[in-house]
Nanobody, 126 residues
Framework: QVQLVESGGGLVQAGGSLRLTCAASGRPFSSYAMGWFRQAPGKEREFVAAINWSGMSTYYAASVKGRFTISRDNAKNTVYLQMNSLRPEDTAVYYC???????????????????WGQGTQVTISS
């Protein structure tokens, strides 16, 4: 069992940056693939980024590639989402998710994830 808590959301102007943090409890965190998803009002939840257990493999949605960076620190049971060059269309509730344990293949579809955080609001003003 893994519990996930997101933080770092807020209101920023377009072109700005935010770093989201997802703190995980439960073991073994290092064996879980981790993902970030987002959901805007009136829209379905969509994949943003994912990272494998070691941090050596990362995956991004086309809409955020080159602007967002996912990373993890297994010693701190934490995964991050650095978001740069933010746009109004990035406005959404962002969720952290875990798939595992002992995940071999990282998936980008939300049903593939077993544990979810409560979400953190990100609002980008134009």
């Amino acid at each position: 069992q893994v519990q996930l808590v997101e933080s770092g959301g807020g209101l920023v102007q377009a072109g700005g940056s935010l770093r989201l943090t997802c703190a995980a409890s439960g073991r073994p965190f290092s064996s879980y693939a981790m993902g970030w998803f987002r959901q805007a009002p009136g829209k379905e939840r969509e994949f943003v980024a994912a990272i494998n257990w070691s941090g050596m493999s990362t995956y991004y949605a086309a809409s955020v590639k080159g602007r967002f960076t996912i990373s993890r620190d297994n010693a701190k049971n934490t995964v991050y989402l650095q978001m740069n060059s933010l746009r109004p269309e990035d406005t959404a509730v962002y969720y952290c998710a875990a798939d595992g344990p002992y995940t071999v293949v990282v998936v980008t579809a939300s049903p593939g994830y077993d544990y979810w955080g409560q979400g953190t609001q990100v609002t980008i003003s134009s």
